[in-house]
């Protein structure tokens, strides 16, 4: 049973930074493209930041500048690193990979969600 879950959200000033972490766990082939994606009360769920297994990376122009990704492999751990803070940022923010299983079949995974407030 492969699994994706995140860590590091939490409460944050404007102008601050967090650092979000994916861990994906089970048994599994590879893990292709890693994303971050958020989504704001109200709002459709948006994509953040991805990142192929390559080092590829595409970025929301909101972030860009601000939010970094990035992955280490061996320890199949994809992270967010977000500096600049501002209150548009909040949402909770899901973690999303496509996965290679031990039969080569590639399925797309989320995680279960962290939150991320940004206020004074």
């Known amino acids: 049973q492969v699994q994706l879950v995140e860590s590091g959200g939490g409460l944050v000033q404007p102008g601050g930074s967090l650092r979000l972490s994916c861990a994906a766990s089970g048994t599994f082939f590879s893990i292709k493209t890693m994303g971050w994606y958020r989504q704001a009360p109200g709002n459709t769920r948006e994509l953040v930041a991805t990142m192929t297994s390559g080092g590829s990376t595409n970025y929301a122009n909101s972030v860009k500048g601000r939010f970094t990704i990035s992955r280490d492999n061996a320890k199949n751990t994809g992270y967010l690193q977000m500096n600049s803070l501002k209150p548009e940022d909040t949402a909770v923010y899901y973690c999303?990979?496509?996965?290679?299983?031990?039969?080569?079949?590639?399925?797309?995974?989320w995680g279960q969600g962290t939150p991320v407030t940004v206020s004074s």
């Open positions: 999303n990979a496509d996965i290679v299983t031990l039969g080569l079949y590639q399925y797309n995974y």
